[in-house]
């Protein structure tokens, strides 16, 4: 049995009642924090894909002019 682990609690906290993952105040406060976190990397991911996109595009047109076709990772 890994360290950590107790004896014998299993999936029952210290006082014998069920454990829930997300059930009392704080488990509540997490998931909102946590909800939180992936609402802001999904606005960043929104605000930076259009950058993102340009800048592949930028690079491809670059890559095309100077007749580099299949070399897009070289020096340059």
């Not at 014998?16 to 990397?41: A, K, M, N, V, W």
């Not at 047109?61 to 990772?73: I, K, V």
């Amino acid at each position: 049995m890994p360290r950590g682990m107790g004896r014998g609690y299993g999936r029952r906290g210290y006082y014998g009642r069920t454990f829930y993952p997300f059930g009392d105040f704080y488990g509540i406060l997490d998931l909102l924090i946590l909800l939180g976190i992936l609402y802001f990397l999904f606005k960043l991911f929104i605000v930076a894909l259009p950058y993102a996109l340009g800048l592949v595009v930028l690079l491809l047109l670059r890559s095309f002019l100077r007749g580099n076709r299949f070399r897009f990772c070289g020096p340059f």
